[in-house]
């Protein structure tokens, strides 16, 4: 059987086996993820400040 890979309960539908969680904790998931996301730097960002300090 499969778990859900944030609260560990049996996965019971497709969709959620498929996904890997439960239909309440992949919100909880996709929203922890966008938050994530939103503080991200990429490699580029670093370098253009980088170069705007001169180090």
């Avoid at 929203?31 to 490699?43: G, H, M, R, S, Y």
Wanted: glycine share 8%.
């Amino acid at each position: 059987m499969s778990k859900c890979g944030l609260c560990g309960k049996t996965l019971k539908t497709p969709n959620s086996i498929k996904n890997g969680y439960g239909p309440i904790c992949k919100k909880k998931h996709d929203a922890a993820e966008a938050e994530f996301l939103k503080i991200q730097v990429t490699i580029d960002e670093e370098l253009a400040y980088l170069e705007r300090v001169k180090r």
